[in-house]
């Protein structure tokens, strides 16, 4: 177990309301991902973050940003939730060095429909 | 287009059948191989993993792959598979050639019939 914890784990919302999903690291890895994981599409990687403050877009980023102020937490948010966006989403972190450093841990997962 | 492909979408056997899953996928360069597993509900979960030495890689719960460079393929086995392996299975590639980011497959389900 990597030491991800996600927020919510569950939830319901409205199309046009702003949604912010949280992950949380205890280990202090430097990279963090959000995917979402849809039938048929495996996970698509929607942001990334190299360090506090710098972030990179994946390939299904329309719709999202991202923040991370601190090294524990990345933050995902949907600006205006559609019900396209009604997805599981995973967080998960790249180790430091060594072999653990290029295997990536995943979350819990947070469950988010979008009526 | 770069990518990696799953073969099979669903697979269905019975208990103490053998299994391989095909992965292939279309990077250049040295790549970083992985196999995860999600059981109904849960999150994934690293089976095994691929990084350079022996192409025979085994992993938790008797699985095992081989890397097969000329085929750009990654294919999971278990000579005996069990109830619990009833999950989805997710082939991943991390690719020089792609930066720092790993690149997943659709996934195939496996169902195991007692």
């Known amino acids: 177990d990597a030491g991800i914890t996600q927020s919510p784990r569950h939830k319901v919302t409205e199309t046009g309301t702003p949604v912010t999903l949280r992950c949380h690291q205890t280990?202090?890895?430097?990279?963090m991902y959000w995917y979402r994981q849809d039938p048929g599409h495996g996970l698509r990687l929607i942001h990334y973050?190299?360090?506090?403050?710098?972030?990179d877009k994946g390939e299904v980023s329309d719709g999202y940003s991202v923040s991370r102020s601190k090294t524990e937490d990345f933050l995902l948010t949907l600006e205006s939730a559609t019900s396209s966006q009604t997805s599981v989403y995973f967080c998960?972190?790249?180790?430091?060095?060594?072999?653990?450093?290029?295997?990536?841990?995943f979350g819990p997962g947070t469950r988010l429909l979008v009526l | 287009a770069q990518s990696v492909s799953q073969h099979n979408h669903h697979v269905i056997l019975s208990e103490a059948a053998s299994l391989e899953l095909g992965c292939n996928y279309s990077?250049?360069?040295?790549?970083?191989l992985f196999w995860y597993v999600q059981y109904p509900g849960q999150h994934l979960q690293l089976l095994l993993k691929?990084?350079?030495?022996?192409?025979l890689v085994k992993g938790i719960k008797g699985f095992e792959a081989e890397f097969i460079k000329s085929k750009f393929s990654f294919n999971l086995r278990k000579p005996s598979v069990q109830w619990s392996d009833t999950a989805e299975y997710f082939c991943?590639?991390?690719?020089?050639?792609?930066?720092?980011?790993?690149?997943f497959g659709p996934g195939t389900r496996l169902s195991v019939l007692p």
């Open positions: 691929y990084f350079s030495g022996d192409p």
């Open positions: 998960a972190i790249r180790g430091g060095s060594g072999p653990r450093g290029e295997t990536q841990y």
């Open positions: 280990e202090n890895h430097r990279y």
């Open positions: 991943a590639v991390k690719s020089d050639n792609y930066g720092q980011n790993f690149v």
């Open positions: 990077y250049g360069g040295t790549v970083n």
């Open positions: 973050s190299y360090g506090v403050k710098d972030t």
